[in-house]
């Protein structure tokens, strides 16, 4: 059986994922098996694929970032099963496939499927990527997609996780921890935590306000900001502190690093269309974000230079975020890699 999740929203993917393993017996998900498919070996994987085990006959298996583009064999090696139709079909077999860089993408006409390139570019699905993703929707015992949350539906999952904690947020409390975490849902997961543990210690009965999530909240968007005009205007030193501020928590490094990419590329995109001649007014319309904050991106971006975002692209691109195993370690080669990187 195969479970096919992919779009933007990490966070969200996950969280379905792993409510959806906890519906399986805890005996077989001690034996799940998890492959980073642009590492993964074709042989080692088809073996775990095919072969039987003499003790447990359930495997639960799951692939990361199958369209990343680096592993054909993978590729090849998966349509050739599903053609087969016969392991994947079988019950005893669970096979979760988790994307995390394939989107929907308007393109020639239509929605098609699109991954990010080593340079944080759309790409299209090549043929042989294009052919495997036509075989997952269609073998699939389930099929979703997780677009970015935006307006109403960011809202909407942001009440559903503060029911769920059971603490209360007045409407600008909640408008500021969207503004302030940037709508990232791993920061608002853990910043929520951070609330609900705050109420279990005081004798605040009240709910949480704007002043509450001031006082504990950190301001990750503000930092990233900070982050990128230290770099573009080659303030080293203050931007190798503000490293530390952004990758503050081991467990939310890689989601910090996602929120990093993701406001470059909002800052080049801004900055090509200011290029081009379109009216600041009309970018902000489009952001579908708080005036203050559409403002003020837009006027940091129409003074960064081209070169230097472009820099900080690259430098992320180059840095192997997947062998680091120590947070001290990582943002210290982060730091001299963005040193010696600069222009």
């Known amino acids: 059986m195969i479970f096919f999740r992919y779009g933007a929203e990490s966070f969200q993917i996950q969280r379905d994922y792993k409510q959806q393993l906890k519906t399986l017996d805890s005996n077989i998900v001690g034996n799940l098996q998890s492959f980073e498919v642009p590492e993964t070996n074709w042989l080692e994987l088809n073996n775990v694929l095919n072969n039987q085990s003499l003790f447990n006959s359930t495997k639960v298996i799951t692939l990361n970032n199958l369209f990343a583009g680096k592993n054909q ?7 050739s099963e599903l053609k087969k139709g016969d392991t994947l079909k079988l019950p005893s077999i669970y096979l979760f496939i988790n994307d995390y860089n394939l989107e929907m993408k308007y393109r020639g006409g239509k929605y098609q499927p699109a991954v990010l390139d080593n340079n944080k570019r759309i790409k299209l699905l090549n043929k042989n990527q294009q052919e495997l993703f036509l075989l997952l929707t269609q073998k699939a015992q389930l099929t979703k997609y997780y677009p970015k949350l935006t307006g109403l ?8 996780l503060i029911q769920e904690k059971n603490v209360e947020l007045t409407p600008a409390a909640k408008k500021l921890l969207l503004e302030l975490t940037g709508g990232d849902f791993w920061q608002i997961y853990h910043e929520l935590n951070k609330l609900t543990n705050y109420l279990a210690g005081s004798d605040h009965k009240k709910a949480i306000d704007i002043d509450d999530i001031n006082l504990l909240v950190n301001n990750t968007t503000k930092h990233l900001f900070e982050f990128i005009e230290a770099f573009c205007n080659q303030k080293l030193s203050q931007a190798t502190k503000l490293i530390e501020e952004i990758f503050n928590n081991e467990d939310n490094i890689a989601s910090s690093l996602v929120l990093l990419n993701r406001q470059i590329l909002q800052f080049l995109d801004i900055k ?10 009309e970018i902000e319309k489009s952001l579908n974000l708080p005036k203050s904050v559409s403002q003020k991106l837009i006027n940091q971006a129409s003074i960064l230079k081209m070169d230097n975002l472009l820099q900080l692209l690259d430098n992320l691109t180059k840095f192997n975020w997947s062998t680091k195993r120590s947070h001290g370690n990582e943002t210290a ?10 222009k």
């Open 333 to 342: 080669l982060f730091s001299l890699l963005t040193i010696a990187n600069a």
């Open 272 to 281: 090509a269309r200011l290029e081009a001649g379109q009216s600041p007014i």
């Open 153 to 160: 539906d960011r809202e909407k999952f942001l009440n559903q």
């Open 73 to 79: 064999a993978v590729e090849n090696g998966l349509i």
